[in-house]
T-cell receptor, first 113, second 117 residues
Framework: AQSVAQPEDQVNVAEGNPLTVKCTYSVSGNPYLFWYVQYPNRGLQFLLKYITGDNLVKGSYGFEAEFNKSQTSFHLKKPSALVSDSALYFCAVRDENDYKLSFGAGTTVTVRA | KAGVTQTPRYLIKTRGQQVTLSCSPISGHRSVSWYQQTPGQGLQFLFEYFSETQRNKGNFPGRFSGRQFSNSRSEMNVSTLELGDSALYLC????????????????FGEGSWLTVV
């Protein structure tokens, strides 16, 4: 079985400040981890993924995420947030033995000017 | 190159009716999966197809069904619609294949908004 937890429903930051969105996961095998962003009335947009290798993954729009196997975490980060980063963010995991993605409940990010 | 295309984008149906949603994957992608998104339940997996075969199905009643065609295009059908079926239905595609390909990026379409009245 696989599952994802996003402990924060909302994250509020000021523009220019660092942004962190937390994610922890549970899988029985090796994890494939993904971050997606959803803007209002839109589908999911891929940001980045961790498959293997370097624990720090860089993705689109200046986002990065750090894989921590001992803490089973995959937190999304951006050094300097923009107002346009305000959206709903989803962490997802795929077990190496599963055909589906399991998503967290999502975290709403609001970046104030 | 074109992304995942879903039609229709918006539709309103009456309880008891049935609905068919369509999805065209990214060119070259052979795996298509469907997800339901609701405010209460979040994103839930419906089913996944590869080479016209359903490889996995989520925990949904038999009213939810799908299929994949030889050109990888997919449809999902919901029969005897209930108010609770109102949701955003998302289609996703990836290159697919065996478990070695599970790290492939999964790309989502814009979704089909279904309202049941």
């Amino acid at each position: 079985a696989q599952s994802v937890a996003q402990p924060e429903d909302q994250v509020n930051v000021a523009e220019g400040n660092p942004l962190t969105v937390k994610c922890t996961y549970s899988v029985s095998g090796n994890p494939y981890l993904f971050w997606y962003v959803q803007y209002p009335n839109r589908g999911l947009q891929f940001l980045l993924k961790y498959i293997t290798g370097d624990n720090l993954v860089k993705g689109s729009y200046g986002f990065e995420a750090e894989f921590n196997k001992s803490q089973t975490s995959f937190h999304l980060k951006k050094p300097s947030a923009l107002v346009s980063d305000s959206a709903l963010y989803f962490c997802a995991v795929r077990d190496e033995n599963d055909y589906k993605l399991s998503f967290g409940a999502g975290t709403t990010v609001t970046v104030r000017a | 190159k074109a992304g995942v295309t879903q039609t229709p984008r918006y539709l309103i149906k009456t309880r008891g009716q049935q609905v068919t949603l369509s999805c065209s994957p990214i060119s070259g992608h052979r795996s298509v999966s469907w997800y339901q998104q609701t405010p209460g339940q979040g994103l839930q997996f419906l089913f996944e197809y590869f080479s016209e075969t359903q490889r996995n199905k989520g925990n949904f009643p038999g009213r939810f069904s799908g299929r994949q065609f030889s050109n990888s295009r997919s449809e999902m059908n919901v029969s005897t619609l209930e108010l609770g079926d109102s949701a955003l239905y998302l289609c996703a595609s990836s290159r697919g294949g065996d478990r070695a390909s599970f790290g492939n990026t999964i790309y989502f379409g814009e979704g089909s908004w279904l309202t049941v009245v």
